[in-house]
């Protein structure tokens, strides 16, 4: 019986400190597919956190300006005290993410997965945590429809 991500699709998120989110849709997480999205993402600057997976040792993020940890979820180790690496929040969103999607969605296809990732960004980013309230969300929403297609009125031809 296969085990793991079989028949699934692949999301890839960043986390900032503040807890603002960017997600990305891609074939695979792999080094290879994931070095382009941090030097466009990320400043060199930047410290960056995740956890143990062999995708990231083969990035050589330890050699990078800002620095880099990890923390060993297969060695049980979730929060590394000290420096206080941890992945709790971009685990956090995870979970939110995959509760919404099989609760409301319950089939997310290829096509359309990114426009998923992006509206649960949405959520996350202007939320009141962050400083943002209903009628600045709501505002913001509104304004992202400008210049989208437009659909003709009940009774008229298109």
Do not use: W
Not at 29 to 42: E, F, G
Not at 69 to 95: D, L, P, Q, W
Not at 126 to 155: H, S, T, W, Y
């Amino acid at each position: 019986m296969p085990s793991g991500p079989v028949g699934k699709e692949t999301a890839f998120s960043l986390i900032e400190g503040e807890g603002r989110v960017r997600s990305f849709h891609l074939p695979e997480v792999t080094a290879k597919t994931l070095k382009p999205i941090l030097k466009a993402q990320i400043d060199e600057r930047s410290y960056l956190t995740s956890d143990d997976g062999g995708e990231f040792r083969k990035l050589r993020l330890k050699d990078r300006a800002g620095g880099y940890g990890t923390v060993n979820h297969s060695a049980g180790e979730y929060v590394r005290t000290g420096n206080f690496h941890h992945t709790n929040t971009i685990e956090i969103f995870f979970s939110i993410l995959k509760r919404g999607l099989t609760s409301t969605y319950h089939h997310v296809s290829q096509q359309n997965l990114k426009r998923y990732l992006a509206e649960f960004g949405f959520r996350h980013n202007e939320r009141m945590a962050l400083g943002v309230n209903d009628q600045q969300r709501a505002a913001k929403a509104l304004r992202g429809i400008v210049g989208k297609r437009r659909f003709p009125l009940c009774g008229q031809s298109r």
